[in-house]
């Protein structure tokens, strides 16, 4: 199985930056993809960003596009989001996932991190 822990999580005032990151342990395979998914309070957990086990593909929300970039160390088993820019709209808990691509597009990983809270001040 699959474990997934994030960190980097904090407090950033607007316009500021962190570094999310995701180490997978347990079983992984190469088929899989790992992405990003936020939730605000009250809200739907929605989807922000992915990327192949090759790291040659990529997808980001549209609110992200040009702030966000993700990426992974396979040497590390470890996935990172660097968030730029950031906006107070951006506050929420992220969480990692990966499972087979459509799977963690639509939303419906198999394995999950404990998230890691980023709150951004205005």
């Known amino acids: 199985q699959v474990q997934l822990v994030e960190s980097g999580g904090g407090l950033v005032q607007a316009g500021g930056s962190l570094r999310l990151t995701c180490v997978a342990s347990g079983r992984t395979f190469s088929s899989y993809v790992m992405g990003w998914f936020r939730q605000a309070p009250g809200k739907e957990r929605e989807f922000v960003s992915a990327i192949s086990w090759s790291g040659d593909s990529t997808h980001y929300a549209e609110p992200v596009k040009g702030r966000f970039t993700i990426s992974r160390d396979n040497t590390k088993n470890t996935v990172y989001l660097q968030m730029n820019s950031l906006k107070p709209e951006d506050t929420a808990v992220y969480y990692c996932?990966?499972?087979?691509?459509?799977?963690?597009?639509?939303?419906?990983?198999?394995?999950w991190g404990q998230g890691t809270q980023v709150t951004v001040s205005s």
């Open positions: 996932a990966a499972d087979l691509p459509e799977a963690v597009v639509s939303g419906v990983a198999g394995y």
